[in-house]
């Protein structure tokens, strides 16, 4: 679903799933995973309801957080918590879901790591290390 789309394509993926699952229309698998994470980001709602939203701009130096990659993230810690990849990743939500008691807590503590974990690997031009990654997540 996400082989060779841009990013505003991409970007419009969620609008159009939350504006389905907020008709009561029938979701796609993926659509429903997006749902779920934009329910839980609420704060999000108003910047996928505006026709805009696909287009807009959030960098660093503007000073705002990219809700897309938010939400990327969170459904990137849920598949690798679902499919226990990297191995462990999934008793680390557990763990840390218990100790703060919100699965939806823990998910933000582990998306901080994921995404310093994509930033050395893009800055270095290789594949993530899993391991380091893995070691971050367990010092949580």
């Known amino acids: 679903?996400?082989?060779?789309?841009?990013?505003?394509?991409?970007?419009?993926m969620y609008c159009d799933a939350w504006?389905?699952?907020?008709a009561g229309a029938p979701l796609e698998p993926l659509e429903a995973q997006i749902a779920a994470v934009?329910?839980?980001?609420?704060?999000?709602?108003?910047?996928?309801?505006?026709?805009?939203a696909p287009a807009q701009e959030f960098t660093p130096e503007g000073?705002?957080?990219n809700p897309f990659l938010h939400m990327g993230l969170h459904l990137?810690?849920?598949?690798?918590?679902?499919?226990?990849?990297?191995a462990g990743i999934a008793r680390i939500h557990e763990m840390l879901s218990e100790?703060?008691?919100d699965p939806h807590a823990a998910?933000?503590?582990?998306?901080?790591?994921?995404?310093?974990a994509l930033w050395e690997a893009q800055r270095a031009g290789r594949m993530p290390d899993e391991q380091?990654?893995?070691?971050?997540?367990?010092?949580?």
């Open 1 to 12: 679903m996400f082989a060779g789309q841009n990013r505003e394509q991409l970007r419009r």
């Open 19 to 22: 504006r389905k699952y907020r």
């Open 38 to 52: 934009i329910a839980e980001h609420t704060e999000y709602v108003p910047l996928l309801e505006s026709p805009d």
């Open 63 to 65: 000073g705002r957080e």
């Open 76 to 86: 990137a810690v849920r598949e690798q918590v679902a499919t226990d990849r990297p």
């Open 99 to 101: 100790r703060l008691a």
């Open 107 to 116: 998910e933000h503590a582990m998306i901080e790591r994921l995404a310093e």
């Open 132 to 140: 380091r990654y893995l070691e971050r997540l367990r010092m949580l």
